[in-house]
């Protein structure tokens, strides 16, 4: 089970990537072959300094150095063991740290592209998973895949290597010494909780914080899906997580790294106190008993093989607890992107989306030819099949002149909504098609979507100022203010704003309605506005308003009216009676179209609508225009 489920993990990875990874490894088995070489080491040390001045050893030092020191002699080779143990445990920590930098270079990649791949979906897949499944595989999933499987994996093995290696040498010379590893086991603890800890609590900390961080722009993002992906904004807010990301990544990765520290420790610490054991029985002048050397290489071997083993445990609950993790971002990724391909092959595909220059693209009629549009049922009930497809729009054909203003009425799920987001885009026909100035705007909908100001029924706020929801998705120091006061001022809440004791900085609260809904309706008209688009599209924008506000910006609106083509769907008599074109619709079908006059006349669903209050009256104003 485990070895199949780090074999499909691996099938994420490029050819290149595996053959470094191949290369850290070659790292590992360097350092496991330094461990033994540094084992033996002192086994040979041993037998060299307490073979009283006889062996060869001791001959080379007296040729080299030309002094006959016997003190000397062993200090320096003393020294050499003790630098030896501390080149091979740095070689051990820089390996250590090359596969996190790896391992997590995977997460940030994964989590990135994900994040992207979220934002850029199709608007129905979107409405089908839901942002809490969404955010759990960006960040639970895939730090477990990453971050705990992929980690564990390999520190299991090279911990497995270790203790193969050890266990063969001890093999040859088998007597437990434990008392003595207990021991200094104990004191490096202690060592480790002076020098490190703290470090290890403010990178937890760290590690917290960028995770509340990450998941902070994630809901942000997220819930904004409609306005990011309309505006174009969605390399911001990659930008935002991204940095969180890359924090949270790097806290991580030292702190496993600090992980490491005791062990290391643990084993200079140990090959010091059998120098310094070793070194005092000669100086002592006693001689060295014949077992000294077995003794020592043994401390040496158990300490090791303790760390190793206990570490090797953990890796392997680890490797449990997080295999189905693994299985599931495999699956979201091989989803999206397909089997055999390679995650950082698609990271490193992640383009910009930039806004499209208006000169590029002119206004001009948009056409709703034969629309017909069916909603995935699996949205609602993901046991669905395709005969439960329910029409919400059949057969729709329209023409929206440019610069024209035109409304949109019906009963409440007649279709409005669903054709306003096919006509976005946002939602793609599921027969027909829309076509602007002859042109399906599926084939330039980058350029298209860049010339919308969409208020949308239920707008979107983030949790951040006034002026950064008026301009979202573009960073602080680009926000043009005055223009921000512009279009605050078009949609009537510049004196509202500037009665507030912060202002523009005032915050917007996402969930708690720290705003009434027409002040959120109207920072959702200015926010349409800012960006001066040439089409802009109200549905049901101004709902929540009373009838004196919604006049008020309305005629701020209409102002734009012949310069803009304007689109509303609204169930008030006042914007009705100002439309160039009523479309109305009924059960997902045109019914009928013309002036607001023409309809009251011709057509008697409209009429009784409006007789209804389905329309509903503005105060004391005339039918007339
Ligand atoms: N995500 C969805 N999944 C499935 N069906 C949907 C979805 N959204 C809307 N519908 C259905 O499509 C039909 C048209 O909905 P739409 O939102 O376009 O109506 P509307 O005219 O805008 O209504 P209202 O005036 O209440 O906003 C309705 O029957 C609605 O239940
Ligand atoms: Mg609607």
Not at 2 to 9: D, E, S, V
Not at 68 to 77: I, K, T
Request: glycine letters at 8%; hydrophobic letters at 45%.
């Amino acid at each position: 089970m485990i070895p199949k489920t780090l074999i499909r993990l691996l099938k994420l990875l490029r050819p290149s990537e595996r053959a470094t990874l191949v290369a850290l490894w070659g790292m590992v088995i360097a350092s496991a072959i330094l461990e033994l070489a540094g084992m033996g080491l002192v086994f040979v040390y041993i037998r060299a300094v307490s073979t009283d001045g006889g062996g060869r050893a001791f001959e080379l030092f007296v040729s080299v150095v030309g002094q006959s020191s016997y003190v000397g002699f062993a200090l320096v080779m003393g020294v050499l063991v003790v630098g030896f143990y501390l080149g091979k445990n740095v070689l051990h920590i820089v390996t250590d740290s090359l596969l996190m930098r790896f391992v997590f270079g995977l997460y940030e990649k994964y989590s990135a592209l994900m994040f992207d791949t979220y934002l850029g979906a199709d608007y129905q897949e979107h409405l089908r998973r839901g942002t809490v499944e969404l955010r759990r595989n960006l960040t639970a999933e895939s730090a477990a895949t990453f971050n705990e499987f992929f980690v564990a994996a390999l520190r299991a093995a090279s911990d497995a290597l270790i203790i193969v290696t050890i266990s063969v040498l001890l093999f040859v010379v088998s007597w437990p010494l434990t008392v003595g590893a207990i021991i200094l086991f104990g004191s490096s603890t202690v060592l480790y909780t002076v020098f490190a800890r703290r470090r290890g609590a403010r990178l937890d900390q760290e590690r917290r914080e960028h995770v509340f961080g990450m998941s902070r722009w994630l809901s942000q993002s997220m819930s904004g899906f409609k306005e990011i992906r309309l505006l174009r904004r969605k390399a911001f807010f990659l930008g935002r997580f991204g940095a969180e990301l890359k924090q949270h990544s790097r806290a991580s990765r030292k702190a496993r790294t600090l992980e490491q520290l005791p062990r290391a420790i643990n084993e200079t610490l140990l090959a010091a106190g059998v120098m310094g054991a070793v070194t005092y029985f000669v100086l002592a002048g006693g001689g060295l008993a014949a077992a000294l050397p077995v003794l020592a290489l043994f401390g040496v071997a158990s300490m090791r093989t303790i760390s190793a083993l206990s570490r090797l445990m953990g890796c392997w609950h680890s490797l449990r607890v997080h295999a189905g993790s693994v299985h599931k971002t495999c699956d979201e990724f091989e989803r999206f992107h397909g089997r055999g391909a390679h995650l950082s092959a698609r990271y490193d595909s992640i383009k910009k989306d930039g806004r499209y220059s208006s000169p590029a693209n002119p206004i001009a009629d948009i056409e709703v030819k034969c629309v017909g549009f069916a909603y995935d049922p699996t949205i609602r009930n993901s046991d669905a099949s395709a005969e439960d497809r329910r029409p919400a729009l059949v057969d729709v054909s329209l023409r929206v002149p440019s610069k024209s203003f035109v409304g949109f009425v019906g009963s409440s799920g007649s279709g409005k909504s669903t054709l306003v987001n096919l006509i976005t885009g946002l939602l793609t026909p599921t027969s027909g098609s829309i076509c602007v100035g002859g042109r399906d705007i599926r084939d330039f909908l980058p350029e298209w979507q860049s010339s919308l100001g969409v208020v949308q029924q239920a707008p979107y706020m983030a949790s951040e100022t006034i002026k950064a929801n008026v301009a979202i998705g573009i960073a602080e120091e680009e926000v043009d203010e005055s223009r921000v006061w512009w279009a605050l001022e078009r949609a009537r809440l510049a004196q509202f704003v500037r009665g507030l004791p912060a202002g523009l900085r005032t915050n917007m609260r996402e969930e708690a309605a720290a705003f009434s809904g027409g002040e959120r309706q109207r920072v959702a008209i200015a926010r349409a506005l800012y960006a001066d688009p040439r089409v802009l599209i109200f549905d049901e924008a101004t709902s929540a308003l009373d009838n004196e506000t919604e006049k008020e910006v309305l005629d701020s609106v209409l102002e734009f009216a012949g310069e803009k083509t304007i689109l509303s769907v609204a169930h008030r008599l006042s914007t009705m009676q100002r439309c160039d074109t009523v479309f109305v619709l009924h059960e997902g079908r045109l019914l009928a179209s013309g002036r607001f006059l023409e309809l009251l006349e011709t057509c008697e669903p409209f009429k009784r609508m409006v007789e209804l209050g389905q329309i509903g009256s503005s105060g004391p104003s005339s039918l007339k225009r």
